[in-house]
């Protein structure tokens, strides 16, 4: 393993994060603020309980996961594509680097601001609500968990792209309608018996579910679902990588 | 010396169907310099990106330093540093992170001291935290050279390094490529100015629509392709050679008022006496005198168009 190159592109990554730190960090706090004004105070108020659960703190962990997954995606996928774009790239292609440590640079690099971002909103929530969470532990590993996954489905996602517009495609198309309807905001068990059935096929429910279950120990699926769920996607996202890796699919001619 | 650079029969067709490389074999001795010369789109490029990795061949055999490019891709791709055509970098990165990103992606452990060295010589000291953004072309272009210095590379490539840079530049440039070479390293370098390639080249490599035409010794392939010309410019036009010259293989120029002789450059007579001899001789009057010595350029216009028609 060439650790000195995955450092290197991992620093590099980083450092782009951290020269647009205010709006960085700025951004999720200022959106946070305001779904909670919308949400929590405007419309949270005439809401009852959920599951329990005061709906002002019932969203938050919807919230973190809306944010951790466009940003893991948007992070990761614009990582990947501007060297593409610029041209950079040649100097990945001839460097004695394989698939798995552009990939740990990029993807960790990118995971790492995607986690950032979701304990900013952590932090952020509970200025606004009153938080506690039943398992930590569980939180932390679903909220890296998610944070990777997603990173990965963003690498390929900029590896594919040919343009800006195809960069933002899938995540406009794809992942916001199915993180809105991955339960971010309600119960599934809120939903018609048919939509409970067909919003199963949404892989979004399953890390959302697992997520809300570390703040209050209720979950819409089982948590050991969940948490296969997440593992499969993270090992269906490296094996398109290594493919793509492999046969150089979009990235050497 | 032995070869740091083997190619073998190495073709590349794209996806759309273009034969950029026809089974280009080429063998490069460790510590030359070797300039590769070709019209556009003969394959130059795709010879060097193929080499580097950027480019897969579609068959045949590459080694860097006895490692083959496919099986120990990174034995081999340590070995080189790669100055691309474009200018590929990115702009809001400084001077100095950008330096020690290049280094640090080809395995090298942190060695302040030598990048420091390296930006000196290019004149990128002062620059060192600016962002790429704010630089030049010509300062941009230093940037590529520096990068691809940073991780001690054997052999150097350099496409077209001195494509629209001004003459500062390349004076700093051909300046690092003779110490480069000093110090032991093997350098290919494609270009258009053929009068580089003079100057600076031990072998020359003509490439041209995928194929490699010759590769040869510099002074050799001059002395060897070269012919000298003598021009005889008459006072008065004459209508035909005169019988007394005919034994000189002479050609008749600007409609009569010139005599153009052909000469071997190495050969131990050239007969320019006799010949100015006969023409006096012969009753003409010499106006002036001109020898031309055909240059690289020549050659290579020659060889290709040789290849073409």
Redesign the interface.
Known sequence: M?W??V???Y??EM??FF?TLLQSFLSPVLSTSLYFVVFGAAIGSRIDQVEGIAYGAFIVPGLIMLSVMTQSISNASFGIY??KF???V?????????FLEIVLGYVGAAATKALFIGLVILGTASLFVDLSIAHPGAMVLFLVLTCLSFSLLGFIIGIWARNFEQLQLVPLLIVTPLVFLGGSFYSISMLPPIWQKITLFNPVVYLISGFRWSFFGTSDVPVVTSLLAIGGFTCLCLAVIWWIFKT?WRI?? | MSAILSIRDLRKTYEGGFEALKGASLEIEEGEILALLGPNGAGKTTLISTVCGITTPTSGSVTVGGHDIAQEFRAARRLIGLVPQEINLEPFETVWNSVRFSRGLFGKPRNDALLEDILKKLSLWDKRRSQIKELSGGMKRRVLIAKALSHEPRILFLDEPTAGVDVELRKDMWEVVRELKAAGVTIILTTHYIEEAEAIADRVGVITKGQILLVEDKVALMARMGQKQLEVQLSEPIEAIPQALSSYGLVLAREGRSLIYSYDIRAERTGITALLNDVAGAGLVLADVVTRQSSLEDIFVGLVAGEQA
């Open positions: 060439n000195m190159a450092a290197s592109i620093r590099s450092g782009r020269r501007f060297p610029i041209g950079t040649y100097e990945l292609l001839s460097a004695p680097v394989n150089g050497r001619s």
